[in-house]
């Protein structure tokens, strides 16, 4: 087990509609990344928070929003949902500046945009 | 595009027998590679990594190889088990891209008895 935990495991949305989705990160890891897994793919970088702060982004739209608490654990927005963001969604949290890079991952929440 | 690539999207290997999956890179400004390994319905787990400065590095029955002048990653599981069937993706970080991982598409290893 990594020790990041995500909820809700499965969510069933209808287009157009607000999701949001939650990681609880491994104890101490201050680095949570959020990647998008659509089926038969590899995970798609969403973006990254660090204390608090959004310090990395992919190729996604601003729709994609997230928060970092200062307990670590955070959340991913999704405004305005598209049938294409049907997808498993995962979180992985790693210690920045700790002397190690593995960013260590949830099991992922399911979403599905009817 | 730069991306991260798989060679064979399905590998059948006997149990027992060592497995060996591929990948390729093409960006030379990544600096750090992982292999994860995906079962139905689970998160990615992390099973080896390797700095650019190295080309070898081995685990618990797992071996990982890295050939910067190819721009070539191995994975080789040695005695392959069945609970070792799972999707497994190697993925780069680009030294400039801090905390961003990209991965492949996966390769399916299916563990025959």
């Known amino acids: 087990e990594t020790g990041v935990t995500q909820s809700p495991t499965h969510l069933i949305k209808t287009r157009g509609q607000q999701v949001t989705l939650r990681c609880s990160s491994q104890s101490g890891h201050n680095t949570v990344s959020w990647y998008q897994q659509a089926l038969g793919q590899g995970p798609q970088f969403i973006f990254q928070?660090?204390?608090?702060?959004?310090?990395g982004r992919g190729n996604f739209p601003p729709r994609f929003s997230g928060l970092q608490f200062p307990n670590y654990s955070s959340e991913l927005n999704v405004n305005a949902l598209e049938l294409d963001d049907s997808a498993l969604y995962l979180c992985a949290s790693t210690l920045s500046g700790g002397g190690t890079d593995t960013q260590y991952f949830g099991p992922g929440t399911r979403l599905t945009v009817l | 595009g730069e991306s991260v690539g798989l060679h064979l999207p399905t590998l059948s290997v006997q149990e027992g027998d060592n497995s060996i999956i591929n990948c390729a890179y093409s960006n030379s400004a990544s600096d750090y590679f992982i292999w994860y390994k995906q079962e139905s319905g689970k998160g990615p787990q992390f099973i080896i990594d390797i700095r650019s400065n190295m080309d070898k590095r081995q685990g618990q029955r797992v071996t990982v190889l890295l050939n910067k002048t190819v721009k070539h990653l191995s994975l080789q599981i040695a005695a392959t088990q069945p609970g070792d069937s799972a999707v497994y993706f190697c993925a780069e970080r680009r030294v400039d891209s801090w905390g961003k991982l990209q991965f492949g598409a996966g390769t399916q290893v299916v563990v025959t008895p």
């Open positions: 928070y660090y204390r608090e702060e959004e310090n």
